[in-house]
């Protein structure tokens, strides 16, 4: 069978979970867009410890699916307000986000991967480069849902899709140790709970409100 | 020659007269599913005669523009008929005159020239249609050509019949992703541009009409222009999308087993008919700002693919 396709099926799928996520209105399908997005970098992580043989990306992957699948999403889940199916931002204007995520996109292809990461070779998959594109694309996705919503959900969010592209990147260019792994993982893990805490009080942010004294 | 000959010819009359069949036989199927007698598969060609031989208004104050169009919008889809593979797989007469992308910027000249042309009547409601369509079209026509570029990018040529010819033989590369994405924006604008239930609700009466609206000034031969050329439009999009994209295979090229390639047609039709009406019929047509929503995802995919072609290249 041929691995390499279906590694890049599984990118492709990523990709387009971001892109869910970043046209949802409903949080409730923002965060189960999350969801299904940490399950199939999970499941890449198993195909990738499989077909390596690394004990490494196995944990990782084993982490993934407890920490992001269900521990972040039951967290997030938690926190939404009462109704939590009709809850809602508002504002969202789906075809202008998603041409300038495509604009983001096209920013991504032809100047960052045609010239740095092109050259790059990656050693979980000798000789495709080309893969390294999909977290450089799940980055600028994440990125760009945190500067496009107002909900403090929506920047969780776009936070760990961030985290997410940062894993991404690590297990299609060459297996980190599983230390760094984890401290990456503390790291969303504190963040979402303490921005869960921050939801309690505020549930979206206005532009200057946190600058104010 | 001769053969050549021929096969422009029965490629072109094909197109020209079977394309009202399969709206009537979708007209139909529908009726049927919905419990309805509905009217006789040949009805298009019924209300085309009908109207044929009605008188023709013209509103006061239009120009030349309004009464000409729809002629030359049926000389475009025409001219398409005979440019792109929707019968034979092998090039005819007039092929080498445009390739894929041309036939993609010929399908938004056609449709420049109709939204021209209802401005020109004056109507309240044919400017309503022209604003809509215009609001949806920069991405639907965006996409249109997105697709076929995306799509000439497997095999690198602009040509249709090369790529049915390629992905006849290769028949892996038709589960690639950028093939497999590609006919799916390409579907999603098969049902925006023949104006499909999720998307648009045909009929005089309807609020949420787009394309219809254009026609509204339109009597007599002129409207049995207009219509025609739409039943063709909606033949030439359902083919390539079942010829390039969907189905490449089964049409013969040589004398004289192309003419198998009718029966043949008329098959994958039904199949495309089918895959439509499930659609049609199981849908709710969503709001008329959302169809913006549904076409940007439409465009995105085929940019999406486009690049991701261009990149594992």
């Known amino acids: ?213 | 020659m001769l053969t050549l000959i021929l096969e422009t010819v029965s490629q072109f009359l094909f197109v020209l007269l079977s394309a009202p069949l399969f709206a009537g036989i979708f007209g139909k199927f529908k009726a049927r599913i919905e419990s309805r007698k509905g009217p006789s598969i040949f009805q298009p060609y019924y209300d085309i005669i009908k109207l044929l031989k009605k008188e023709t208004l013209v509103p006061s104050g239009s120009s030349i523009l309004f009464r000409y169009v729809p002629y030359a919008a049926f000389g475009v889809y025409c001219l398409i008929a005979l440019i792109i593979p929707v019968l034979l797989p092998v090039p005819i007469i007039f092929t080498a005159s445009a390739d894929f992308l041309g036939g993609a910027i010929l399908f938004s000249l056609a449709a420049f020239l109709k939204m021209a042309a209802a401005m020109d009547s004056g109507s309240n409601i044919a400017a309503m249609g022209v604003s809509r369509l215009a609001s949806f079209n920069f991405l639907g026509e965006g996409a249109l050509i997105t697709v076929f570029i995306a799509v000439s990018l497997i095999t690198a040529t602009d040509n249709p019949y090369t790529t049915n010819a390629y992905l006849v033989s290769n028949p892996s590369a038709n589960i690639t992703l950028v093939h497999v994405f590609a006919t799916l924006a390409f579907f999603m604008i098969f049902l925006y541009e023949t104006g499909k239930i999720p998307l648009e609700s045909a009929g005089l009466q309807e609020l949420g009409m787009i394309d219809e609206s254009l026609n509204y000034e339109y009597s007599g031969r002129l409207l049995a222009m207009n219509k025609w050329s739409g039943y063709i439009k909606q033949y030439l999009l359902g083919s390539v999308l079942l010829n390039v994209f969907l189905i490449p295979w089964g049409l013969y090229s040589t004398y004289p087993y192309f003419l198998l390639d009718i029966p043949v047609m008329f098959g994958k039709w039904l199949l495309l008919i089918f895959i439509v009406m499930v659609i049609e019929t199981t849908l709710a047509k969503v709001r008329l700002f959302k169809i913006l929503d549904y076409l940007a995802v439409a465009f995105t995919f085929s940019i999406l693919f486009l690049l991701l072609s261009e990149v594992m290249h």
């Open chain 1, 1 to 213: 069978m041929n691995y390499e396709s279906i590694v890049f099926l599984l990118s492709a799928s990523i990709l387009i979970s971001a892109f869910y996520v970043q046209g949802q209105r409903y949080i409730i399908s923002m965060i189960r867009g999350q969801l299904v997005q940490s399950l199939l970098i999970a499941g890449t992580t198993f195909l990738l410890s499989y077909l390596n043989h690394s004990i490494d990306l196995l944990i990782l992957g084993l982490l993934l699916l407890f920490l992001r699948g269900v521990l972040i999403t039951y967290l997030l889940e938690t926190k939404v307000p009462r109704r939590k199916s009709y809850v809602f931002e508002e504002g969202v204007n789906v075809p202008y986000l998603f041409l300038v995520d495509l604009i983001f996109i096209v920013v991504a292809v032809f100047i960052i991967y045609s010239i740095i990461f092109s050259s790059l070779v990656p050693v979980s998959q000798p000789g495709t480069s080309s893969t390294l594109l999909f977290p450089l694309l799940l980055f600028f996705q994440g990125l760009f849902l945190i500067t496009s919503r107002r909900s403090t959900f929506s920047q969780i969010i776009g936070y760990v899709e961030e985290e997410n592209s940062l894993v991404l990147f690590a297990i299609f260019l060459l297996p980190v140790p599983i230390v760094i792994e984890a401290s990456v993982f503390l790291d969303v893990l504190a963040l979402v709970v303490i921005s869960s805490v921050i939801t309690v009080e505020k549930f979206s942010h206005e532009r200057m409100e946190e600058l104010r004294g």
